[in-house]
Structures are given as C-alpha cells and as structure tokens.
C-alpha cells in the first residue's frame, strides 16, 4: 500500500555534491519519522540522517557539517543533500519512512518502509 521511491543518486568526483530524494505514495495518513541510511560493500547498514514530523534532525557524526536532510510533509517527500563528498560516502543509500496508513483489508496501520536504494559513488 504505501512505496518509497529515491532518485539522485550517481557518479561524483571527491567534493562535489549529490541530492538525493526520496517520494512516499499510497494510503497515506501520515508519517512520522523520515531518514536515510547507507550500506557499504561487506558492511552493515547504518543511519546517516533522520528527520522527525515536526524537524527535528539528526546526523551521524561522520556526516555532521556536509550532509543536510529535510522534508516537505505535503508532498510526503524527504531529501539529503550531501556536499564535500568523499570516496567513503561511497554506499548504497536506502530511504526509510515510519508511515501511518488505510488498509482495506485491515483498517488503520503503521509499518516502517524502505526504499529500493540508489548508489552513490565518490571517486576521481
């Protein structure tokens, strides 16, 4: 009932910038948390910036100063911009979205979703 589709993601040289976004559709009623996680060849998935419903952000300390997440709740879409990149930004990046939602099968429902993820690739 409800996707995540990201785009934004490619191919940039060490210091230079990438937008990503990330748009929700389906039954939606409302969604709470927003964020973005990335995951590195043989490694775990990890968060790289969360927004809340109301603003509130917060960033891994390794992102802190060059990554900027937000959102417009209207269009159910959340964004990072990402500057100064470098080669270990490198990762498939993954949109993440706690929503409240209508089944009709099962009435009101809230699940949390995933993106397909879109790779970003820092290198020269």
């Known amino acids: 009932q409800v996707q995540l589709v990201e785009s934004g993601g490619g191919l940039v040289q060490p210091g230079g910038s990438l937008r990503l976004s990330c748009a929700a559709s389906g039954n939606i009623v409302s969604i709470n948390a927003m964020g973005w996680y990335r995951q590195a060849p043989g490694k775990q998935r990890d968060l790289v910036a969360a927004i809340t419903n109301g603003g509130s952000t917060n960033y891994a300390d390794s992102v802190k100063g060059r990554f900027t997440i937000s959102r417009d709740n209207a269009k159910n879409t959340v964004y990072l911009q990402m500057n100064s990149l470098k080669p270990e930004d490198t990762a498939v990046y993954y949109c993440?979205?706690?929503?409240?939602?209508?089944?009709?099968?099962?009435?009101?429902?809230?699940?949390?979703?995933w993106g397909q993820g879109t790779q970003v690739t820092v290198s020269s």
């Open positions: 993440n979205a706690d929503v409240k939602y209508y089944s009709r099968s099962y009435g009101m429902r809230r699940d949390d979703y």
